[in-house]
């Protein structure tokens, strides 16, 4: 394990932090409840980050074993049809998302989450993380990362450990100002917290583009432009 991999990581997860589930939402739910009702909170944050741990122990161990039993048929010419159409379809979805033909069709071009009791709370957290695993880019990248660099488990599994606890990071940091400042600080996260909640469809609709268009980019130059 590499200086360069940790800090590499290290950046990967601070750009994961500031994604509508680990930063919009629990921001949106801080300026939304009462100060009493705050540690609910934790809840929401304890739950992702949990749900993200499992996921990305679940792809460790999921991608070791595909490419040492899939590796030759994943970078066949079949297995890169099959991402070349992945990712086209990942990025025609991504327009749905679009918050101009989202208004002509009438749905909502915002995500406005609600607080409530602890189950609401879990609930929440797992919605989120089941909606936003797929499209964060920086977090995939990550597990690609582990995962080619041939790290044991006992290597990883901390490492990865470390890696979900930074990404929730910034809304602890975030929190605690807030407490330590007062009501001072009040108009600046409300600003913050109304900019998230109108870009947070069309953000989701942004990820899924970049999904696709990696992976059909990929796909594309083994395809059309490797030398029979």
Do not use: C, N
């Not at 297995?79 to 327009?95: D, K, P, R």
Request: glycine share 10%; hydrophobic share 55%.
């Amino acid at each position: 394990m590499t200086i360069g991999l940790l800090l590499g990581l290290a950046a990967l997860a601070l750009v994961d932090s500031t994604s509508f589930g680990t930063l919009g939402v629990p921001l949106v739910l801080m300026l939304t409840m009462d100060r009493s009702r705050t540690p609910r909170l934790f809840v929401y944050l304890a739950t992702v980050t949990v749900f993200y741990f499992l996921v990305g122990v679940a792809l460790m161990l999921g991608l070791s074993t595909a490419l040492e039993s899939f590796g030759d048929l994943l970078h066949s010419r079949p297995g890169y049809i099959a991402q070349l159409v992945v990712g086209v379809g990942l990025f025609v979805l991504s327009f749905r998302f679009d918050p101009k033909r989202r208004a002509k069709r009438g749905k909502s071009t915002t995500f406005q989450p609600r607080a409530g009791g602890p189950a609401t709370m879990v609930t929440l957290g797992l919605t989120a993380g089941v909606v936003e695993v797929a499209t964060m880019v920086p977090y995939l990248a990550a597990i690609g990362l582990m995962t080619t660099s041939g790290l044991t488990a006992a290597q990883w599994l901390p490492v990865l450990a470390a890696y979900v606890l930074v990404m929730v990071l910034p809304i602890l940091v975030i929190m605690g100002v807030r407490a330590a400042a007062g009501k001072r600080l009040e108009p600046r996260l409300e600003r913050l917290r109304d900019w998230l909640t109108r870009h947070s469809v069309s953000a989701a609709g942004w990820a899924l583009a970049i999904v696709g268009f990696l992976l059909a980019r990929d796909a594309a130059s083994y395809l059309f432009f490797q030398p029979a």
